[in-house]
C-alpha cells in the first residue's frame, strides 16, 4: 500500500510541470486525492483535491487557473499539472489519499521538490 509521488524538478517561471501520484494497493473508488506542499519555514498547505467518484475538483486561490489535477482510474494514477508556476509555488509537493468508508485509508506518499526559478 503506497503513494508514490514523482515528476518534480527544476523548472522556469511560465513553463509547466506535470507531478504524478501513483497509487498502489488501494481500494481507489470513494476516496479523495489531493496535493500538498510545503516550502521552507511555512507550513503545509492544501493546493488541489479531486474526488474520485464524481471528478468534483477544489483549488487553493494561489493556484486557481494555473493547476489543474486530474484523474487516470485505470492507472491508478493522480496528476497534478502545474502551468505558469511562479518562484512562490517552490515547495515539496506531497500526495494524500482518504477513503472514509471501509476499507478506510487516511495516507500521504512521499515528496517531491519543485523548484520554480525566476
Known amino acids: 500500500v503506497q503513494l508514490q509521488a514523482s515528476g518534480g524538478g527544476l523548472v522556469q517561471a511560465g513553463g509547466s510541470l506535470r507531478l504524478s501520484c501513483a497509487v498502489s494497493?488501494?481500494?481507489?473508488?470513494?476516496?479523495?486525492i489531493a496535493w500538498f506542499r510545503q516550502a521552507p519555514g511555512k507550513e503545509r498547505e492544501g493546493v488541489a483535491c479531486?474526488?474520485?467518484?464524481?471528478?468534483?475538483?477544489v483549488y487553493s486561490d494561489s493556484v486557481k487557473g494555473r493547476f489543474t489535477i486530474s484523474r487516470h482510474n485505470a492507472e491508478n494514477t493522480v496528476y497534478l499539472q502545474m502551468n505558469s508556476p511562479k518562484p512562490e509555488d517552490t515547495a515539496v509537493y506531497y500526495c494524500?489519499?482518504?477513503?472514509?468508508?471501509?476499507?478506510?485509508?487516511?495516507?500521504w506518499g512521499q515528496g517531491t521538490q519543485v523548484t520554480v526559478s525566476s
Open positions: 479531486i474526488v474520485s467518484d464524481n471528478d468534483d475538483t
Open positions: 494497493g488501494l481500494t481507489f473508488g470513494n476516496s479523495a
Open positions: 494524500h489519499a482518504k477513503r472514509i468508508l471501509a476499507p478506510r485509508y487516511d495516507l
